[in-house]
């Protein structure tokens, strides 16, 4: 009797340890999340002011200026990467969920952007390089802009892929029982099921591509000054980041730390707001 | 007429469309492959000047023109362990406290709270492990590390708060997010039936998780472990930041490190010699054999898993 409630006891001890370890572990996760926001909260926002937004930077080591090209920059960037990435991504997943399902080329496509979505973002840097800057003579914009589609590619392609499927089959089949031609089918029906879904896809996969650093070193580089031309450096809020951050100057460090704040702020309302978007369509 | 007209005109936009859709299909693979013969093509005067040998030598040296991928590929590889075997049972522990304990109120929000982790972009980690976590460690936690633990060469070397441990436990952080949210998907796909009957015969939570729950997804876990690893393999931006860029392999962990990404980074740009820019552009295309072999390993213990629940 006594070994069996010893044993008894034992289990029960069991138990409670790995339920609190497992506790323990998102509350390790959330701490986390709440110190790095803390400080970055903490830090970039008394950099925030009108200078920030309007100005130029100021030369190394003086004090004041802003970034206003690095922000201009990040956003040209994102948005020509936005527009060369995203239509070919829906055709793509359009293709996967409207006409490739099952086969042998769709599940090759399928099993190539998983692993794309998943492949260092500094390779595809190291590729754009290689293929836009060294033949052309220079750092540009467009190649930065290149190098982020193509990370956004995979992402966008899963998404509308998954958006589509959602579709239930019956629609379809009412539509073309109409005698409506397939493809009127996908873009009048179809697409405008997965309409909502999309977007929050596209949302997402733009706000993660805009955050990125590493396929920028290389391809738009950097710039000190204003740049409207897309062939000509320039400066991202992402890599003046990297930049000012690594740099001697307490100045740059407060810049930069404006720069993580402003980035950091976008990326989560955008997430946050797809979040409550497929919540509520969910209910 | 005009209904046959309107036939071919439909068939015409059906063929276009199909068409244009199959073309952005296809461009993915093309690309896949493209990438490869892009970085095998600019590495072919690296491949060709050491061979081999640039994979197993350790002296980097851009003055005389020597280059061995060893301490990048060390630091790639170590640091990335570390982040899996921090991020592992932290990452299961997170996936069993959504889908077995928390009570239906905190599911969501907490849900959200770690992937929230998963978006925040790496730079922002970089950033803030450089100015805030180095610190904290080099002050607080490696002087004790050193003297309590020193003695196991491993916890030893310099505490500066940058160095191989930093740079993977950074990574740890941001790899829990991926882990504990796939293992939390498989986790939701044990029949409930199954654990229900180990209830029905007395076992405790634990015993459930145990000898129910892992053992049915074991195949998926492991899945979601190496999707992790791939992940920890390529990132940049946090890595750079604090991993110190030495090119010295230490067996000390608090050293000062190097790895393929953060080499990359921070020399791509200077490399003005065609064979130091050629050496660049093979380590590059080592990190990407080595993490797409590691994410198609992943990709497929996965996919052999999902399949099993069989619903979209």
């Known amino acids: 009797m006594d070994s069996q409630s010893f044993h008894y006891m034992r289990r029960k001890f069991y138990n409670l340890l790995a339920l609190s370890v497992s506790v323990l572990s998102a509350g390790f ?69 409207e006409y490739g399902r099952k086969s042998r080329i769709a599940s090759v496509v399928r099993f190539v952007s998983d692993i794309l979505v998943s492949a ?55 539509a073309l029982a109409l005698g409506a031609p397939h493809w009127k089918v996908t873009v009048h029906v179809v697409y405008r099921g997965a309409l909502r879904g999309i977007t929050t896809g596209v949302m997402l ?79 | 007429m005009a209904v046959i007209d309107r036939h071919k005109a439909d068939k015409a936009g059906d063929a276009l469309f199909k068409g244009v859709s199959y073309f952005f299909a296809l461009l993915v693979i093309v690309l896949m492959a493209l990438i490869f013969v892009v970085l095998f093509k600019e590495s072919l005067l690296s491949i060709k000047a050491f061979g081999f040998k640039f994979i197993y030598t350790s002296v980097w ?18 640091s990335s362990i570390i982040a899996i075997v921090i991020a592992v049972p ?20 907490i849900g959200t709270a770690i992937e929230l982790l998963a978006s925040i972009p790496s730079i922002i980690y970089g950033m803030w492990g450089l100015f805030i976590f180095a610190p904290f460690l080099s002050e607080y936690v490696e002087p004790y590390m050193v003297e309590y633990l020193g003695f196991i060469p491993l916890f030893n070397g310099a505490p500066l708060g940058i160095g191989m441990l930093p740079a993977g436990f950074i990574l740890a952080i941001m790899i829990i997010p991926f882990i504990s949210s796939v293992s939390r998907d498989i986790f939701q796909m044990v029949p409930p039936i199954l654990k229900e009957s180990g209830y029905g015969v007395g076992a405790t939570k634990w015993e459930v998780i ?49 790895s ?13 010699e065609d064979l130091y820019l050629s050496s660049l552009v093979e380590l590059g295309l080592i990190l990407f054999v080595i993490t797409f072999i590691v994410l198609a390993l992943a990709k497929l213990l996965i996919g052999r898993f999902s399949y099993k629940g069989g619903n979209l």
């Not at chain 1, 914009?141 to 499927?165: D, N």
């Not at chain 2, 921070?266 to 003005?272: I, K, L, M, S």
């Open chain 2, 210 to 258: 145990r000898k129910v729950v892992l053992p049915y997804t074991r195949s998926g876990i492991i899945g979601a472990v190496i999707l992790g690893l791939g992940r920890a393999l390529g990132e940049t931006m946090a890595v750079t930041f604090l991993i110190g860029n030495s090119h010295d392999i230490s067996i000390a962990l608090l050293d000062p490190a190097t």
């Open chain 1, 120 to 174: 260092p973002s500094i390779v595809v840097g190291v590729f754009v390089y290689a293929l836009l800057v060294k033949p052309f003579g220079g750092f540009s914009a467009i190649a930065g802009a290149v190098a982020l589609s193509i990370i956004m590619l995979p992402v966008v392609i899963r998404t509308s892929e998954e958006m589509l499927k959602l579709v239930p089959d019956a629609t379809r089949e009412a």
């Open chain 2, 61 to 78: 040296d851009p003055v005389a023109g020597e280059f061995g991928a060893l301490p990048a590929i060390w630091g790639t590889v170590v």
């Open chain 1, 205 to 283: 996969a733009v706000a993660r591509v805009s955050g990125e650093t590493a396929p920028l070193l290389f391809t738009s580089f950097n710039n000190s000054f204003w740049n409207f031309d897309m062939s000509e450096p320039t400066a991202t809020l992402t890599v003046t980041i990297f930049n000012y951050a690594m740099g001697p100057y307490e100045d740059w460090h407060q810049k930069a730390w404006g720069g993580a704040f402003l980035i950091t702020a976008m990326v989560l309302c955008v997430t946050l707001l797809s979040r409550l978007i497929v919540r509520r369509r969910a209910a």
């Open chain 2, 90 to 109: 932290v990452s299961l522990g997170i996936a069993i406290f959504l889908t077995e304990m928390a009570p239906k109120g905190l599911k969501g929000p």
């Open chain 1, 29 to 97: 996760g959330i701490f986390f999340l709440f110190w790095i926001l803390k400080d970055v909260i903490s830090y970039g926002l008394p950099a925030m002011n009108g200078a920030f937004f309007a100005e130029l930077p100021a030369p190394p080591g003086a004090e004041g200026g802003g970034l206003a090209n690095a922000i201009f920059g990040t956003v040209l960037i994102t948005v020509i990467a936005t527009v060369i990435g995203v239509p070919s991504g829906i055709l793509a997943g359009t293709y996967l969920s």
């Open chain 2, 260 to 272: 393929i990404s953060a080499t990359l980074a921070n020399e791509f740009t200077e490399a003005v």
